[in-house]
């Protein structure tokens, strides 16, 4: 007999944890109920969802209409009329664009989409080409396959004094302007003697001069040359364009040429010669003194009675240097921000290394002071994105103007179609910058990974 | 000295090219681009709004497309450009457009200060009241003791008392700052009567959840005269703008229809022998073809069809002619004669 009554042999089995610390309940009690303070919150913002969210249900999805044709089919409805959507979804993505020819907008689409995709993915390879293609090659393959190409072009340089227009009478080939040509190859062919004489008369090497105007006007004549072919796609003009391809092109077209031009302009803005100093700040200054309405209003109808009367300049054009402008000086200050926040030990270093001005900002600078400022550039793009609505007042229709003016059809005159219409713009809006706004997120944690703990 | 002189300024001339306002007419400058390029709205309900096919159409539209099927006997030859109340003149008299056809109201004001010339008034609009059809009024001087419905700080509020007080009757204003706000208020009951222009009610009972139960009532209170405009300075492309609409008022009054316009045309009756230019050469006379109101007629329609198509009991807004009726059918749309 022992008189040892239990002993025990083996770790007791692990038991649950009380049920207020762990499980749903736990989580709930330690996140939402923590104290009185949250406990007041959280009640608060249940009743705000219980509010909110049946109300916006039913007008999306229990009360809405989800088929017809007519006005009709949505009178006595109180929720969304989404046949009037979905009538008008042509109009809405491609605005007056022939419907006939609505394959090339989405050809652009399918392209800068794949492009986009393999930019922002880390994982796909090629990056350096690929970003050759989205910026460069894609720019223009956009504008021939949306405008049709066949750019009519008529002088370059010697063809504005002498008349070789006149003397060859317009004659084309395939579309290309022979008069312009022959101008563009003697002008190309002088403009690369002068560069190489000059060089030389100056003491430098010619040779290289000569090599790299060539270089610069073969790349241009290129450029121009897949302008000016016909590809036999009918013309559409900018006019005819709309909806979301009005948006998606004055908002890429801003983003893309915003970032280059605004990292330029804020290095311009801190940098220690005099007049590339004062320009930059009289370039930000003006620009951001002057509201885009302005601008875009200047722009379309102002611009016109200075221009010379034969000179027209394309509507949209002028949207997008106004919108690409602005946006360049909002984004320089952004970019400053970042550039501040650089110690100024950094370039000394870069310097003391042996770096150059350039390759101080381009390996030193630039990708520490960038990484900081993402939400700023991003808000931008975000904010510069909603603003191309503004375009409405320049007779320009987006997504948003495209909309507005299929409230006045009378076919689809009904007590809900404005609600529909705003609420499929707010969602469309909603999704491109909300997907912005993750993928910058996802940037910077990337970029931050080195300060991260 | 004198001949340098004149070399002098014929070179300050080639340096400094006319504005586009006052650059060669109108119309040539129209036939060398091919198309018109006329100014509408936004959207407006039954003047001009892209329809599902994306195409414009509208009241304003067609005049524009008469327009163009006078000059290139096709109504498809015509580029809209939609514009805010705000820019509208601007986009005339910068040349952005060549004819604003936006349901725009003829002042003395604007018809003076802003160097513009109005083409004549196609649509009468003036200030009305709408009721529900339950309240079973007939007529505006049986509101007495109504409460109205209005937007704040507009002649429509001015307009109001002045009628309410000329008739001696009673009334109580309920008034909103925005156009929304006011329709809503009227839906929901705070007062009897919405008052606002005439097209404008029309297109806010399409919008209310039962059309069918309000009535628009047949006075008309105040003077809204729309029309096309033009920029001054270009006397030819105004005349051919005024009897583009002239001719599809004397087109209705002579019975001249898009369906039988080639029968029309065998007609022994002078004037409309001189209408569709079988006799004389009245076209000519105006830089056009001698057939171009035939070309209006069998693309576009007379003033009639273009209404009754658009506006009228033909469309979805079934807006009463009212005024707009010729003269010789009770109305004031007069036009003088083509001859």
């Known amino acids: 007999m022992s008189d040892i009554a239990f002993v025990r042999k083996e770790i007791a089995p692990m038991a649950p944890p009380p049920l207020a610390v762990g499980g749903i309940l736990g989580w709930m009690r330690k996140n939402l109920f923590s104290g009185w303070f949250n406990i007041a919150m959280t009640v608060m913002s249940l009743a705000l969802i219980a509010l909110i969210l049946p109300p916006l249900l039913r007008f999306f999805f229990f009360d809405a209409v989800w088929a017809g044709d007519s006005r009709e089919a949505c009178l006595g409805a109180s929720g969304a009329c989404w046949p009037f959507i979905k009538a008008k979804f042509g109009q809405l993505v491609y605005g007056f664009y022939p419907i006939a020819e609505r394959w090339r907008p989405d050809i652009v689409f399918a392209l800068g989409a794949i492009l986009l995709a393999g930019l922002l993915i880390p994982r796909v390879p090629f990056k350096r080409w690929n970003s050759i293609l989205f910026f460069g090659v894609f720019p223009i393959v956009a504008l021939i396959f949306l405008g049709g190409g066949n750019f009519s072009l008529n002088q370059f340089i010697i063809g504005r004094i002498i008349p070789l227009a006149a003397m060859l009478q317009g004659a084309e080939l395939f579309g290309l302007t022979l008069s312009f040509w022959l101008d563009f190859v003697v002008s190309s062919v002088l403009i690369t003697a002068v560069a190489y004489f000059v060089a030389n008369a100056l003491g430098a090497d010619g040779r290289f001069a000569a090599r790299a105007a060539a270089a610069l006007l073969i790349g241009l004549g290129a450029v121009l040359l897949t302008l000016d072919f016909d590809f036999g796609l009918v013309p559409v003009e900018t006019r005819q364009w709309g909806g979301l391809l009005v948006t998606l092109v004055v908002s890429v077209t801003g983003i893309v040429t915003s970032l280059p031009l605004g990292i330029l302009l804020a290095l311009g803005r801190r940098s220690h010669l005099p007049i590339v100093r004062v320009f930059s700040v009289c370039f930000i200054e003006f620009w951001r003194g002057v509201p885009l309405i302005t601008v875009l209003f200047f722009a379309t109808y102002m611009l016109p009675l200075f221009l010379p009367g034969g000179l027209t300049i394309d509507g949209l054009l002028r949207a997008l240097i106004g919108v690409a402008l602005f946006s360049a000086a909002y984004m320089a200050e952004v970019v400053r921000g970042g550039l501040q926040a650089i110690p100024k030990g950094q370039t000394e270093a870069a310097n003391a290394l042996g770096l150059g001005y350039w390759q101080t900002m381009n390996k030193v600078v630039m990708p520490q002071a960038l990484a900081l400022v993402i939400p700023g550039i991003v808000g931008n793009f975000i904010g510069l994105f909603k603003d191309t609505t503004l375009v409405l007042i320049v007779a320009l229709f987006d997504l948003l103007g495209q909309i507005r003016a299929a409230f006045s059809d009378p076919s689809w005159a009904t007590p809900t179609t404005l609600f529909t219409g705003f609420a499929f713009a707010g969602v469309v809006y909603f999704i491109f910058c909300f997907g912005m706004s993750r993928y910058s997120m996802f940037v910077e944690r990337r970029t931050s990974a080195g300060r991260r703990r | 000295?004198?001949?340098?002189?004149?070399?002098?300024?014929?070179?300050?001339?080639?340096?400094?090219?006319?504005?586009?306002?006052?650059?060669?007419?109108?119309?040539?400058?129209?036939?060398?681009?091919?198309?018109?390029?006329?100014?509408?709205?936004?959207?407006?309900?039954?003047?001009?709004?892209?329809?599902?096919?994306?195409?414009?159409?509208?009241?304003?539209?067609?005049?524009?497309?008469?327009?163009?099927?006078?000059?290139?006997?096709?109504?498809?030859?015509?580029?809209?450009?939609?514009?805010?109340?705000?820019?509208?003149?601007?986009?005339?008299?910068?040349?952005?457009?060549?004819?604003?056809?936006?349901?725009?109201?003829?002042?003395?004001?604007?018809?003076?200060?802003?160097?513009?010339?109005?083409?004549?008034?196609?649509?009468?609009?003036?200030?009305?009241?709408?009721?529900?059809?339950?309240?079973?009024?007939?007529?505006?001087?049986?509101?007495?003791?109504?409460?109205?419905?209005?937007?704040?700080?507009?002649?429509?509020?001015?307009?109001?008392?002045?009628?309410?007080?000329?008739?001696?009757?009673?009334?109580?204003?309920?008034?909103?700052?925005?156009?929304?706000?006011?329709?809503?208020?009227?839906?929901?009951?705070?007062?009897?009567?919405?008052?606002?222009?005439?097209?404008?009610?029309?297109?806010?009972?399409?919008?209310?959840?039962?059309?069918?139960?309000?009535?628009?009532?047949?006075?008309?209170?105040?003077?809204?005269?729309?029309?096309?405009?033009?920029?001054?300075?270009?006397?030819?492309?105004?005349?051919?703008?005024?009897?583009?609409?002239?001719?599809?008022?004397?087109?209705?009054?002579?019975?001249?229809?898009?369906?039988?316009?080639?029968?029309?045309?065998?007609?022994?009756?002078?004037?409309?022998?001189?209408?569709?230019?079988?006799?004389?050469?009245?076209?000519?006379?105006?830089?056009?073809?001698?057939?171009?109101?035939?070309?209006?007629?069998?693309?576009?329609?007379?003033?009639?069809?273009?209404?009754?198509?658009?506006?009228?009991?033909?469309?979805?807004?079934?807006?009463?002619?009212?005024?707009?009726r010729l003269w010789t059918k009770g109305g004031i749309q007069y036009a003088p004669p083509v001859r």
């Open chain 2, 1 to 324: 000295m004198t001949r340098m002189w004149k070399v002098a300024i014929a070179a300050a001339a080639l340096t400094f090219p006319a504005l586009p306002a006052s650059a060669a007419g109108t119309l040539d400058q129209v036939k060398s681009k091919g198309f018109i390029q006329c100014g509408v709205s936004q959207g407006i309900i039954g003047y001009s709004a892209p329809n599902d096919k994306g195409e414009w159409s509208g009241f304003d539209v067609d005049y524009c497309r008469a327009l163009a099927a006078a000059i290139f006997n096709d109504p498809n030859k015509v580029k809209f450009t939609p514009l805010s109340t705000k820019d509208r003149f601007t986009a005339l008299q910068s040349g952005e457009v060549d004819i604003l056809s936006r349901n725009t109201t003829w002042t003395l004001d604007r018809d003076t200060k802003l160097g513009l010339n109005f083409v004549g008034t196609t649509y009468y609009d003036g200030q009305g009241f709408m009721v529900k059809k339950s309240m079973k009024i007939n007529s505006a001087l049986e509101l007495s003791g109504a409460s109205v419905c209005t937007q704040t700080g507009t002649t429509t509020e001015l307009n109001l008392a002045d009628y309410f007080r000329n008739n001696k009757m009673k009334y109580e204003v309920v008034a909103f700052a925005t156009v929304d706000e006011t329709i809503k208020a009227y839906e929901s009951g705070r007062c009897d009567v919405l008052t606002t222009d005439a097209s404008q009610l029309y297109s806010t009972r399409l919008k209310l959840a039962s059309p069918d139960d309000h009535v628009i009532l047949p006075e008309i209170i105040s003077k809204e005269p729309l029309g096309p405009v033009v920029r001054h300075g270009d006397d030819q492309w105004f005349d051919i703008a005024k009897w583009t609409f002239f001719a599809m008022l004397d087109a209705e009054e002579l019975g001249v229809s898009s369906k039988n316009v080639e029968e029309m045309k065998k007609s022994t009756n002078p004037e409309i022998r001189r209408l569709l230019g079988v006799e004389g050469s009245l076209g000519e006379g105006l830089g056009l073809t001698n057939d171009w109101i035939v070309r209006i007629v069998s693309k576009v329609g007379n003033y009639g069809e273009v209404f009754d198509r658009n506006l009228g009991a033909g469309s979805k807004l079934k807006i009463d002619r009212g005024y707009n």
